[in-house]
């Protein structure tokens, strides 16, 4: 999964840039929303991120109502059966449907990569908003923290966590938790940072509203643009990186499907049944391809001096 | 200058004492008691007896408090004593340090083929913007960035091993051995820096020296390699430096694939055997090297580019 460096620094300060201004009124800001939806609607990346997404959250979500068979139903004298009528894509090596895997290994694997992301979206917003915001010793314990965990190699202190706490899935996404917090408790401390200093927050302290309400209502609303690419952009990593815990078999058991498991599952006959890897491969690949197109499209509508 | 490399040196103090307390907290969470394991390590012989257990907990003050523990583990670490396998009985920084080459090659294999790949063609996708090359070059980094490593790895064995025999399926000592592994894990850096290369040479060709450089008359040749990629290689440098981290940890799941030696076949099999302090080493060892690499990139830098170590502040131009 080398394939995805951590979101670089230039990529993070290209999300720190493009703060909208404060919006006058609610008119000025309902103007600015649509003129947003209008430029997403514009952008084909986008646009093709967005349905190769949603094609594969619906398979996720209605799992039971497209696979034809139950993904762990053993068909005996059925092993590698050819793709026809009864098996769309054939057989696996114990004669479970391959389609119904696939469909139904869609929940634990684009399901386990956003539960990490919304954690880690709600961790790091909060770290990152309570270090940029109060300052001082906080924000310096917090921030070497995060230093830390960006200093090191992610994928080797996920595995490592895992490997502590014993393989199951949930054990996955608490490892991506604990650690991809930080690229995010970076970014929302650096907006923060810029955003403190606006008139209208310095007007919501002059007048007494308290700090949580400060941050929720007048500070989080300007800077959740950057962070929903952030967002967008992980999860492609994520996928990767769950998919690939679950490969080296640290994640899901068997018999449970999952796109990972999958292809560890498929390793030993990958020269006689190419295509038992070939499938699994091709969903984490259009799954992450998604995600990413989606990232790339909602950073160009959010910032336009990055369009190229 | 050397008072910048002295600075960047205090600098990375704290996030070393981060990397061990890190390492010695996956060592607290471990499920299970240390304690039999380590008694027969020491003693060598298994231990029945809870009385003498408990002798030897107290006698290696192993119910001391955490903090205490800590400064023991972390002194004894920088004395470059991490312990000894639970499985093999060597010691830890030995395990490692066998382990590391392999990894080491495997990444530098991958560095080489990514920067092989990108260079030529981020330049080109920038020269020939908006053109058939150009869109090849932006599916090229689409597709590698989301392919798995460890799904690509399969394709390039049957590819290149099983359907055209050009390299054997799998081999280890010779530098054929090398390749797919290589292969495999400089795809996604490729895709990565190309992209990155293809924006800052569109960016940098817009500048206004460029079109002084080409009006005085300069070879187009010159323009782009003395003038255009030159500015174009800081924005790289910083993705290389992370890439090759990135290839580092990267390489611990390509190496499962082909059966390499290294830094992932070590942490697996420790995770399988629940070798707890070889996973602990991985980390504090790993992390720390890992750290040192991303300074000497850092380092790089100020000799490319000069304004960093002079100007202190906005010496790189970011986007």
């Given at each position: 999964m080398a394939e995805s460096p951590r979101v670089s620094d230039s990529t993070l300060l290209a999300l720190n840039a493009p703060l909208p201004a404060a919006a006058e009124s609610a008119e000025e800001s309902s103007l600015y929303r649509k003129r947003m939806v209008r430029r997403f609607w514009q952008n084909r990346s986008a646009v093709a991120g967005l349905f190769l997404v949603l094609v594969i959250a619906s398979l996720a979500l209605f799992a039971p109502f497209i696979?034809?068979?139950?993904?762990?139903?053993q068909f005996t004298g059925?092993?590698?059966?050819?793709?026809?009528?009864?098996?769309p894509l054939g057989t696996d090596s114990?004669?479970?449907d391959m389609m119904s895997r696939l469909v139904y290994g869609a929940q634990p694997s684009v399901g386990s990569a956003a539960l990490a992301t919304i954690l880690i979206t709600c961790i790091g917003i909060t770290l990152g908003a309570w270090a940029g915001y109060s300052g001082g010793l906080i924000d310096d314990f917090i921030m070497r923290i995060v230093d830390t965990l960006l200093a090191l190699p992610s994928l080797l202190l996920a595995i490592a966590i895992v490997g502590i706490l014993g393989p199951s899935l949930i054990n996955v996404i608490l490892g991506a938790v604990c650690i991809w917090w930080a690229s995010y408790a970076r970014l929302v401390r650096g907006l923060v940072l810029e955003v403190r200093e606006r008139p209208y927050v310095e007007a919501a302290v002059s007048i007494g509203v308290q700090t949580p309400r400060i941050l929720w209502r007048h500070i989080l609303p300007s800077i959740i643009a950057p962070i929903i690419v952030l967002a967008s952009l992980e999860m492609g990593t994520l996928i990767l990186i769950i998919a690939g815990l679950n490969f080296l078999g640290l994640g899901v058991q068997p018999p449970t499907a999952e796109w990972g498991a999958m292809l560890n599952q498929g390793r030993p006959y990958f020269q006689l049944a190419p295509e038992q890897m070939l499938y699994p491969g091709l969903m984490i690949t259009i799954t992450v391809l998604g995600f990413n197109l989606l990232g790339d499209g909602l950073r160009d509508v959010l910032d336009p001096r990055h369009t190229r | 200058m050397s008072l910048y490399i002295a600075r960047r040196l205090v600098s990375l103090i704290p996030v070393l004492i981060g990397i061990s307390l890190l390492a010695f907290l996956l060592g607290v969470l471990?499920?299970?008691?240390?304690a039999p394991a380590l008694y027969k390590q020491i003693t060598g012989s298994p231990a029945a007896d809870p009385a003498a257990i408990e002798k030897f907990r107290v006698e290696y003050g192993l119910n001391d408090p955490l903090p205490i523990r800590y400064l023991r583990w972390a002194a004894s670490a920088l004395r470059g004593d991490l312990g000894y396998s639970?499985?093999?009985?060597?010691p830890i920084l030995q395990e490692i340090g066998n382990n590391f080459i392999p990894s080491l090659q495997l990444a530098l294999g991958g560095l080489f083929v990514a920067i092989l790949i990108a260079f030529p063609l981020g330049i080109f996708a920038a020269l020939l913007h908006n053109s058939l090359p150009d869109f090849g070059m932006r599916v090229f980094a689409l597709m590698g960035a989301a392919m798995p490593s460890y799904w690509l790895a399969y394709l390039f064995i049957l590819l290149f091993?099983?359907?055209?025999?050009?390299?054997?399926?799998q081999a280890t000592g010779?530098?054929?051995?090398l390749i797919l592994p290589s292969l495999t894990l400089g795809i996604g850096g490729a895709a990565v820096l190309s992209r990155l290369l293809r924006s800052t040479m569109l960016d940098v060709l817009h500048e206004d020296y460029i079109r002084t450089a080409r009006s005085k008359g300069l070879k187009e040749r010159s323009v782009i390699l003395r003038h255009a990629l030159r500015n174009s290689l800081i924005p790289a440098l910083t993705v290389l430096g992370g890439l090759f981290g990135s290839l580092l940890a990267g390489a611990v799941v390509v190496e499962t694939v082909f059966s390499r030696p290294g830094l992932g076949s070590l942490i697996t099999s420790a995770i399988s055997f629940r070798d707890y302090p070889v996973i602990q080493g991985v980390v504090l060892l790993g992390g720390t090297i890992f750290v040192l690499i991303n300074l000497l990139v850092d380092l790089s830098y100020t000799w490319i580019d000069p304004r960093i170590r002079l100007?202190?502040?906005?010496?790189i131009k970011s986007g």
């Open positions: 696979a034809p068979h139950d993904p762990n139903e059925k092993k590698f059966a050819r793709p026809g009528a009864q098996f114990l004669g479970r | 471990a499920p299970g008691d240390p639970y499985r093999s009985g060597r091993a099983v359907q055209l025999r050009w390299l054997p399926v010779s530098w054929q051995a100007g202190g502040k906005g010496g």
